[in-house]
Nanobody
């Protein structure tokens, strides 16, 4: 069993930055790729970014590429999402995920106003 807890969301203005954190517990965190997804109101959950087990490989969806940065700390069992140049279309609940597995946190709300 894996427990994931996200934090760091909030309400910001367009152009601002936020850093999301996800703390994992329960299994060998460093064995797994970790990902962030998001779900906007009335839309399906969508992929945002993924980082491999050792942090050396990352991948981003096109809407966030160049603005968001994923990272991880395998000592602290944490994964991060640095979000810069936020836009209103980034408004969503952001979820942490063990990539390829059905382990999800409860999400953290990010609201960006223009």
């Amino acid at each position: 069993q894996v427990q994931l807890v996200e934090s760091g969301g909030g309400s910001v203005q367009a152009g601002d930055s936020l850093r999301l954190s996800c703390t994992a517990s329960g299994r060998s965190f460093s064995d797994y790729a970790m990902a962030w997804f998001r779900q906007a109101p009335g839309k399906e959950r969508e992929f945002v970014s993924v980082i491999n087990f050792n942090g050396k490989t990352t991948y981003y969806s096109e809407p966030v590429k160049g603005r968001f940065t994923i990272s991880r700390d395998n000592v602290k069992n944490m994964v991060f999402l640095q979000m810069d140049s936020l836009q209103p279309e980034d408004t969503a609940v952001y979820y942490c995920n063990v990539y390829g597995y059905n382990y999800w946190g409860r999400g953290t709300q990010v609201t960006v106003s223009s």
